[in-house]
């Protein structure tokens, strides 16, 4: 398998702290990564090695196949990143701004409008980035990162101090840029919502280690649900169930269905109904991924 | 480069680089304009040769004016890419970062060079102005306004690197003050010192050794700074 990104035993090391540590990253093409962790885990400093930045301590990372140490610039030309906090000249338009970095790039002119129509922003083109809010800021950043219509979108902390809709609004352009563009994306957060409603890939970073990377959908499974009934009757309604098979159990008025197959459960309710008890509610709880994350995070090493 | 070099002048738009271009040689020359307007026929009877006393007039501020417009000039650099942390931005992009060094160098190369040609200029105009009786003496006039220039080139490449590698501004700033200083009493200064050398002052007494110096030490300056930005990780 081809990988976009892949980084073996990535480590960095300032002075005597290992900032990151034997960091195996897998990015396939066309994916939604979420590098995940909580702040000072060594994201930003593995983003800043995947572009060059800084230079690893130890380890190798390959970006579209080729060693980023030997092909720097190659790599370069088909990656579009905002690291942190978004740069730019504040004396300078938002146009100028994109117009500093599309010199070097050397893409049309008419791919400033392109961008600034992507993230909204055509309207203050020719206003002083100064006084911007920081959500215009922000956006401006991820208009310059697409300026070169990268292969690879490296995010990190994108929706950092957007408001609601601004937040929605990043999201739903970053999940239009695989399909659309046929771009990879590798996005960073420190909250795991953002990333549950965007990627499709996590990586799950705590002090410089990696400790799980996989799907989201075996994020989820982790997660485990479990289905609640709220019934009339509780107490005759779990040993109904009981008597027939079923792991339940019964908590303050609520039905706790573990198993969670959809025979499981119609099999559930049909056994209630005959019983003529009235069902008011069927739910499905799931222990929030915020709660496996702290644990793993936590744990440092749950999977 | 070209394109590298055409962003640089695009960011230093609005930023007074180009007023500071200006303001130099002008302050220079203004200077002269106070002297000779308070008490020209005092200066006049000073020396046999009016428009060689005048250019050396002239040359005593021109390296105090270089090294204090370096000092700003270098801070100002670092400082449109410190703002908002541009570097990273910056080298992420597929340039080398020798690239990066050598573009802002350049850059500043550029403007200190028009700098000096608009001394020149300037020198010449108020020359004029003044209407010495001997003829416009024009070898010496090309020597005092781009000498210093050249002279100066080791600072100027020192001031980058500080100014560049350096997350503290307080650091070039101050390095920049000690320079003016020690420009302003590059008499008593030993000739190793770089500071010294736009003054075009040396033991010898020739100055095409100071331009020389200048040259060869600049380059190895540039050299040294452009090697360790490169090998430095950017935050």
């Given amino acids: 398998m081809e990988y976009i990104v892949e980084t073996s035993n990535l480590s960095k090391r300032f002075g005597k702290d290992l900032a990151v540590e034997g960091l195996n990253m897998k990015i396939s093409k066309g994916e939604i990564y979420g590098f995940l962790g909580p702040n000072g885990a060594g994201k930003t400093t593995t983003i800043r090695m995947l572009l060059g930045l800084m230079k690893p301590t130890s380890g190798r990372i390959r970006i579209f196949g080729q060693d980023i140490k030997q092909q720097r610039k190659n790599i370069l030309a088909k990656v579009g990143s905002l690291v942190e906090n978004p740069s730019y000249y504040p004396h300078l338009t938002a146009y100028e701004n994109l117009e500093a970095l599309r010199k070097i790039i050397g893409v049309p002119k008419q791919r400033i409008y392109e961008v600034l129509e992507i993230v909204r922003l055509t309207e203050v083109a020719d206003k002083k980035v100064k006084g911007f809010s920081l959500g215009m800021k922000q956006r401006l950043g991820i208009a310059m990162s697409l300026l070169n219509q990268p292969q690879l979108l490296i995010l990190d902390e994108p929706t950092n101090g957007l408001d609601p809709s601004g937040i929605i609004e990043i999201r739903e352009l970053i999940k239009r840029l695989p399909e ?28 410089g280690k990696m400790i799980f990377q996989d799907s989201i959908e075996t994020m989820r499974t982790l997660a485990g649900h479990a289905i609640s009934l709220k019934v009339s009757q509780a107490e005759q309604a779990w040993r109904l169930l009981l008597a027939n098979g079923m792991k339940v159990e019964h908590e303050s008025g609520l039905i706790m269905l573990h198993e969670s197959s959809n025979e499981m459960v119609a099999e559930a309710v049909r056994l209630l109904v005959q019983a003529n008890l009235s069902i008011y509610r069927v739910e499905e709880e799931k222990r929030s991924l915020e709660d496996i994350f702290l644990s793993m995070t936590r744990e440092d090493s749950a999977v | 480069m070209i394109s590298m070099m055409q962003t640089d002048f695009l960011k230093i738009k609005r930023k007074g680089f180009w007023f500071l271009t200006f303001l130099g040689p002008i302050g220079v020359v203004a200077l002269q304009m106070v002297n000779y307007g308070v008490r ?86 108020f020359g004029i102005f003044l209407s010495f009786d001997e003829a416009i003496p024009w070898w010496e006039l090309v020597k005092y306004s781009f000498y210093p220039y050249f002279a100066a080139l080791p600072v100027l490449a020192l001031q980058l690197w500080i100014a560049t590698v350096s997350k503290n501004q307080g650091v070039p700033i101050t390095t920049g003050i000690f320079g003016v200083i020690f420009a302003y009493s590059a008499y008593m200064l030993p000739d190793w010192m770089i500071w010294k050398w736009p003054s075009l ?9 100071n331009v020389l110096l200048g040259l060869g030490v600049g380059c190895l300056l540039y050299v040294m700074g452009m090697l360790d930005f490169t090998r430095r990780d950017v935050k």
């Fill in chain 1, 180 to 207: 659309e563009f046929g771009m990879t994306v590798l996005i960073s957060s420190h909250l795991l919502t953002e990333i549950d409603q965007m990627a499709t890939t996590v990586g799950i970073v705590t002090k």
């Fill in chain 2, 40 to 125: 020209k026929e005092y200066l006049l009877q000073q020396s046999e040769n009016d428009w060689l006393y005048y250019l050396q007039n002239i040359s005593v501020f021109t390296p105090l004016a270089l090294v204090l417009g370096i000092a700003i000039f270098t801070s100002f650099i670092a400082s449109i890419e410190n703002e908002t942390n541009a570097w990273k931005q910056l080298i992420s992009l597929p340039v080398s970062k020798m690239m990066v060094y050598l573009s802002k160098f350049t850059i500043l190369a550029c403007l200190l060079f028009i700098s000096s040609i608009l001394l020149m200029l300037f020198t010449l105009g």
């Fill in chain 2, 201 to 209: 002052m040396n033991q010898w007494d020739e100055p095409l050794i």
